[in-house]
């Protein structure tokens, strides 16, 4: 069966430092891989998405990036973190064509000081 | 990009009550309809979903119905438990269309009173 990785559960960093958060799927190949962030209460907002290795789409204007080094393996960076960009963050999978059945990680809480 | 609203952002029922939530949205090339659970700190998970081909969908006290014409599909709730307490979106989606269509209702944060 698949199953879906995030770390770290929970981060706090100050702003202006910079920020790595990995995701990784097993039990499939080639999915499509997503990054989702929810503020508070809010709803999830699409960051970026892979449909394959090297190939990232973004969504929104941002100081965030993204990167997939290999086919199971998501990461979202930023080399100066602000304020606004605390959050849940959460990275999805899905198999087959965009637009398929997503599944989502545990996600990661990142509060910026 | 696909317009999605979700009606209403706030719904109270009592326990054992049924409770409907539902989606607008604009593409109408969307053909996917999923109804995600999202319970307090947790992650989003699916729930329930349908096809276009598909006019309803049931799964014990979860049901989906969906009105192509009218774009627009529901959750339908019955006999809420308290475990059903939660805030739920939905996600319509064209499957082999581009990330136009990966968005994502607000949110109906659902609460069942005892």
């Given at each position: 069966s698949q199953t879906i990785h995030q770390w770290p559960a929970t981060l706090v960093q100050p702003v202006g430092s910079p920020l790595s958060l990995e995701c990784t799927v097993e039990g499939t190949s080639n999915?499509?891989?997503?990054?989702?962030?929810?503020?508070?209460?809010?709803?999830?907002?699409?960051?970026?998405?892979?449909v394959g290795i090297g190939q990232i789409s973004s969504e929104v204007p941002q100081n965030l990036s993204a990167s997939r080094p290999q086919d199971r393996q998501f990461i979202l960076s930023s080399k100066k973190l602000l304020l606004s960009d605390s959050g849940f963050y959460l990275c999805a999978w899905s198999a087959g064509l965009v637009g398929a059945t997503q599944y989502f990680g545990p996600g990661t809480r990142l509060l910026v000081l | 990009g696909e317009n999605v609203e979700q009606h209403p952002s706030t719904l109270s029922v009592q326990e054992g009550d049924s409770a409907v939530i539902k989606c607008t949205y604009s593409d109408s090339a969307s053909n996917y309809f999923p109804w995600y659970k999202q319970e307090l700190g947790k992650r989003p998970q699916l729930i329930i979903d349908i096809r276009s081909n598909v006019g309803e969908k049931k799964d014990q006290r979860i049901a989906v119905t969906l009105n192509k014409t009218a774009k627009h599909f529901s959750l339908h709730i019955t006999e809420t438990q308290p475990e059903d307490s939660a805030v739920y979106f939905c996600a319509p989606s064209t499957t082999g269309g581009g990330a136009d269509g990966l968005t994502f209702g607000k949110g109906t944060h659902l609460i069942i009173q005892p």
């Amino acid at each position: 069966s698949q199953t879906i990785h995030q770390w770290p559960a929970t981060l706090v960093q100050p702003v202006g430092s910079p920020l790595s958060l990995e995701c990784t799927v097993e039990g499939t190949s080639n999915p499509n891989l997503y990054w989702y962030r929810q503020a508070a209460g809010r709803g999830l907002q699409l960051l970026f998405y892979s449909v394959g290795i090297g190939q990232i789409s973004s969504e929104v204007p941002q100081n965030l990036s993204a990167s997939r080094p290999q086919d199971r393996q998501f990461i979202l960076s930023s080399k100066k973190l602000l304020l606004s960009d605390s959050g849940f963050y959460l990275c999805a999978w899905s198999a087959g064509l965009v637009g398929a059945t997503q599944y989502f990680g545990p996600g990661t809480r990142l509060l910026v000081l | 990009g696909e317009n999605v609203e979700q009606h209403p952002s706030t719904l109270s029922v009592q326990e054992g009550d049924s409770a409907v939530i539902k989606c607008t949205y604009s593409d109408s090339a969307s053909n996917y309809f999923p109804w995600y659970k999202q319970e307090l700190g947790k992650r989003p998970q699916l729930i329930i979903d349908i096809r276009s081909n598909v006019g309803e969908k049931k799964d014990q006290r979860i049901a989906v119905t969906l009105n192509k014409t009218a774009k627009h599909f529901s959750l339908h709730i019955t006999e809420t438990q308290p475990e059903d307490s939660a805030v739920y979106f939905c996600a319509p989606s064209t499957t082999g269309g581009g990330a136009d269509g990966l968005t994502f209702g607000k949110g109906t944060h659902l609460i069942i009173q005892p």
